[in-house]
């Protein structure tokens, strides 16, 4: 309890501060015995004794003075005990103020067997009920004949500072000595205890603080409805937020279906690729320039999310290069979607292809579980040379891919592939410490040779179609064109084994005789397309020519390139021809 507040027991109870202590019931711990009060079940104050129930009537603070009652109405009863008990603190004081001492005779009248016994004071104050209290305290220099005690038995006198009137009115008037805290309360101050001791007091100044916590409802409902229109106000701003986000969402999404529909890239921010994302959840893989994730623009649009590493040059080139890519459309070439470019991060958004790389999808044909089988597997080889003739020769600006592998063709739901990864090598600067597993197997067993050294040629267009030969033929054999454990060998790997299979001694799996037609031309073209000169490769439109129009038997063998050269010890080759003049393309 706080030194400056006040409590009650109710509206009509005296008020409790120090030195009184309000209790929660009449158990509880007192610190300062005689002291303490509790409140009784129909909210009256109660003194905390151990023999006697006594009702507080009022307490006046500054004369140090506690007004009794006996709730049961039979004061002269309980004051034998009380005086049996002295209370520390108290001392006993007449209602007359007056400091006396009475000599105080006590009388037993339970045989007297009167009902409404009458004296003086009765008849003044009420009357007792000798029955239910039948011990009747008189003065000593009060008549017993007058008071008609006669056939009542004396059990003792007592000299006490209380009168025999007080008590027989239930009137009991005690004045605590100690602490006293008159002079402070006189100041307007408060008492309380000094810190550690129950015994010394201090003064405390209260007028700064309230003295009684007393809310007025008008205050209360104010609070209250403030309170709820608090709440109100946020929930309002948080609904209006809720949905302006939303307009805001729908609006971007709109603003990507615009420029879906007019081909054009949309750009995010890198807060919407996280989003889109889901904070990066779902890693498709990681690729020479960065990793893939899984995301979701919309419930019908599923995005695969690039995120550029080693990014190069300011956001404007960036922006402008991936505005050129943003306009290529071609049923075989991956679509770009959408783009970031803030601050340090760049990132490239895709159609998702749920399917993965054409990586994954080669096997040997006599691996029947896994095999796509040769019609699928033409249809994958005819839509991938379309894909590059578009990259050549369909689109505004030609565009050379450098990159054509298994990895970069990734297949839809029905298997028509999707040349992905065009125009990195623009966009992305490669890091020649970094020299990703692509670039090794590009430089294993994809990349044309003038493109892995200038002796063989000019760079070009041709450059692309030897990928894509090399591809043909890991389609083909189902196996990876380079033994990567042995790399100093590699190139040597295909081109025999696949000269057999064109002479007619095949090893590959075939069910029927057009299943072998297919394979054969596969092959053919294949080997037409890894020749060493880049002049004696086919150009893309040959590719398809021979691959839709052309039957099989129609179509000639190539030499082996390998056997057309001279091989060193170390399995490099070099052409034996001068490189022949192309359109020599800048990287
Ligand atoms: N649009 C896409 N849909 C589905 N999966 C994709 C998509 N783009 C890439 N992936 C997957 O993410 C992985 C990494 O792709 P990424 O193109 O970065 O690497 P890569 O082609 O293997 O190597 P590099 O970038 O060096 O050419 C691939 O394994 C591919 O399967």
């Not at 065009?422 to 597993?437: D, E, H, Q, T, Y």
């Not at 091989?567 to 070099?574: H, P, Q």
Request: aromatic share 8%; hydrophobic share 35%; with cysteine.
């Amino acid at each position: 309890q706080n030194e400056c507040s006040e409590l009650s027991c109710g509206s009509e109870e005296p008020l409790i501060r120090f030195p009184f202590q309000l209790l929660q019931g009449m158990k509880d711990a007192c610190d300062s015995p005689g002291l303490c009060v509790y409140c009784s079940e129909n909210k009256e104050t109660m003194l905390v004794h151990p023999t006697v129930k006594l009702r507080v009537t009022n307490i006046d603070y500054r004369s140090q003075l506690t007004y009794l009652e006996d709730p049961e109405n039979c004061l002269p009863k309980k004051f034998l005990n009380l005086y049996n008990f002295t209370i520390p603190p108290y001392e006993l004081y007449s209602s007359h103020g007056l400091v006396r001492y009475n000599n105080l005779n006590f009388f037993d009248c339970s045989l007297l067997g009167l009902t409404h016994l009458r004296n003086s004071d009765q008849l003044n104050s009420g009357s007792q009920d000798m029955i239910y209290c039948p011990t009747y305290v008189s003065n000593s220099d009060e008549s017993i004949l007058e008071l008609d005690l006669t056939s009542c038995t004396k059990m003792f006198n007592i000299i006490s500072q209380a009168s025999a009137s007080d008590l027989r009115t239930n009137r009991l008037n005690l004045r605590w000595s100690k602490p006293s805290c008159s002079e402070c309360e006189a100041k307007g101050n408060r008492c309380k205890w000094k810190k550690n001791s129950k015994t010394d007091i201090e003064c405390v100044d209260c007028s700064a603080k309230p003295r009684k916590i007393h809310i007025p409802r008008s205050v209360l409902f104010t609070a209250a409805g403030s309170v709820f229109l608090g709440l109100a106000v946020i929930a309002v701003f948080k609904i209006d937020r809720h949905f302006r986000k939303k307009e805001e969402d729908q609006a971007r999404v709109d603003k990507f279906l615009e420029d879906y529909r007019a081909d054009k890239p949309a750009r995010f921010t890198y807060a919407d690729i996280k989003r889109i994302t889901g904070g990066f959840k779902e890693k498709l893989g990681e690729g020479a320039h960065g990793a893939v994730f899984r995301g979701k623009l919309s419930n019908e649009i599923l995005v695969a999310v690039k995120i550029l590493n080693n990014t190069e040059g300011d956001g404007k080139d960036f922006i402008n290069e991936v505005g050129i890519m943003g306009k290529i459309h071609h049923i075989n070439v991956v679509r770009l979607l959408g783009f970031c470019a803030e601050g340090l991060h760049r990132a490239l958004v895709y159609n998702l292809f749920p399917n993965g790389s054409l990586q994954s999808f080669i096997f040997p044909p006599d691996d029947k579980d896994h095999f796509l089988g040769w019609e699928k597997l033409q249809h994958i080889a005819l839509g991938i040379a379309k894909g590059i003739e578009y990259l050549h020769q369909g689109c505004d600006r030609p565009i050379i891919h450098f990159d054509i592998n298994p990895h970069n063709v990734l297949l839809d739901d029905n298997f028509t592939p999707k040349i992905s990864d065009f125009g990195l090598a623009k966009l992305c600067s490669r890091n020649p410490s970094l020299v990703s597993m692509t670039a090794a197997r590009g430089t294993l067993g994809y990349i044309a040779p003038e493109v892995f050294s200038r002796n063989f040629g000019n760079v070009s267009y041709k450059s692309d179609i030897y990928s894509y030969g090399m591809l043909l033929l890991e389609m083909v054999g189902g196996r990876k064109n380079v033994d990567i454990s042995s790399a100093q060998d590699f190139h040597v790997l295909y081109p025999d084994w696949i000269h057999n299979l064109v002479d007619g001694d095949i090893h590959v799996h075939v069910e029927d005789e057009d299943e072998v037609k297919i394979a054969k031309k596969l092959a053919i073209v294949g080997l037409w397309c890894i020749q060493w000169q880049p002049v004696n490769r086919p150009s893309i439109k040959s590719v398809l020519q021979m691959l839709e129009t052309a039957e099989e038997n129609q179509l000639t063998v190539p030499p082996n390139p390998f056997h057309s050269t001279t091989s060193t010890a170390t399995g490099r080759l070099t052409s034996t021809r001068p490189p022949m003049a192309l359109e020599a393309i800048q990287e």
